[in-house]
């Protein structure tokens, strides 16, 4: 939580007489009162740590924040911001979930890793995503099997979807995938879109170019902020259709 730096009242010289008196008092307050705009600039531009568990920071004052939360926490708001104040969020765990309840609107859904940076600016109803900088391409690891194959998709000349929620995690906002296909015809396709698209121009695809040979690929795919994708198949029973993710972009 940020410090509320307290008002002074300095008090009138109006009743002192002595014009040598005045004088160097004027000064002494003149010193307090420069003091005191040092201490409230310092106060905006240091890093204010949230307190841990707290899902409606105040920012009264505040430019940079850091999160330290030792758990699950999701902040639904930030209390006490000021019209045009811009916020910087340092987060310092990988336990924290900016919600888009209340006055919070994001490019999409965000949950932090360890060094993520998220900026904020408030138009005095609403807190809005200026920028975001994140882990960027995130690799999966070694899974020890594909994710799907023919049997769990339907190919039939249309676009189905296909759900990678289980896989990948909130916040992301494009698949990696690795693809391999072997049919007993030529042109045998399978094609991948971003959930929502209509048109044909962003499509990544694959087609069996040898009856019975495999043909791999590594495939880029936008998802939308559930982590689904769309597939369309050929209408024909494939021999083989394996899909595996090997990791996303947050």
Same mark, same amino acid.
């Given at each position: 939580?940020?410090?509320? =730096?307290?008002?002074?009242?300095? =008090?009138?010289?109006?009743?002192?007489?002595?014009?040598?008196?005045?004088?160097?008092?004027?000064?002494?307050?003149?010193?307090?009162?420069?003091?005191?705009?040092?201490?409230?600039?310092?106060?905006?531009?240091?890093?204010?740590?949230?307190?841990?568990?707290?899902?409606?920071?105040?920012?009264?004052?505040?430019?940079?924040?850091?999160?330290?939360?030792?758990?699950?926490?999701?902040?639904?708001?930030?209390?006490?911001?000021?019209?045009?104040?811009?916020?910087?969020?340092?987060?310092?765990?990988?336990?924290?979930?900016?919600?888009?309840?209340?006055?919070?609107?994001?490019?999409?859904?965000?949950?932090?890793?360890?060094?993520?940076?998220?900026?904020?600016?408030?138009?005095?109803?609403? @807190?809005?995503?200026?920028?975001?900088?994140?882990?960027?391409?995130?690799?999966?690891?070694?899974?020890?099997?594909q994710d799907f194959d023919d049997a769990d998709l339907t190919t039939d000349?249309? @676009?189905?979807?296909?759900?990678?929620?289980?896989?990948?995690?909130?916040?992301?906002?494009?698949?990696?995938?690795?693809?391999?296909?072997?049919?007993?015809?030529?042109?045998?396709?399978?094609?991948?879109?971003?959930?929502?698209?209509?048109?044909?121009?962003?499509?990544?695809?694959?087609?069996?170019?040898?009856?019975?040979?495999?043909?791999?690929?590594?495939?880029?795919?936008?998802?939308?902020?559930?982590?689904?994708?769309?597939?369309?198949?050929?209408?024909?029973?494939?021999?083989?259709?394996?899909?595996?993710?090997?990791? @996303? @972009?947050?």
């Amino acid at each position: 939580m940020s410090e509320t =730096p307290k008002a002074i009242i300095l =008090p009138s010289l109006e009743n002192i007489k002595e014009g040598h008196v005045k004088e160097v008092l004027q000064q002494i307050l003149d010193m307090i009162e420069e003091n005191h705009q040092h201490y409230q600039k310092d106060l905006e531009e240091r890093v204010n740590l949230i307190t841990d568990g707290d899902t409606t920071p105040d920012v009264r004052g505040a430019k940079v924040l850091k999160t330290a939360n030792t758990g699950a926490t999701s902040i639904t708001t930030f209390d006490n911001g000021g019209a045009a104040q811009r916020i910087t969020i340092i987060f310092g765990d990988a336990d924290t979930t900016i919600l888009e309840t209340g006055n919070i609107i994001l490019r999409n859904a965000f949950t932090s890793a360890i060094n993520d940076v998220m900026v904020l600016i408030y138009d005095g109803t609403n @807190w809005r995503e200026v920028s975001r900088s994140t882990a960027g391409y995130v690799d999966r690891g070694d899974p020890v099997a594909q994710d799907f194959d023919d049997a769990d998709l339907t190919t039939d000349g249309a @676009w189905h979807d296909l759900d990678l929620s289980s896989i990948v995690p909130n916040g992301a906002i494009a698949v990696a995938l690795r693809l391999s296909v072997k049919d007993g015809a030529v042109d045998s396709r399978v094609r991948f879109r971003k959930n929502g698209n209509s048109n044909t121009a962003n499509v990544a695809q694959i087609r069996t170019q040898v009856i019975d040979l495999f043909i791999n690929a590594d495939l880029k795919v936008g998802c939308d902020s559930n982590r689904v994708i769309e597939y369309w198949a050929s209408s024909l029973a494939f021999t083989n259709i394996d899909i595996t993710v090997k990791g @996303w @972009w947050i």
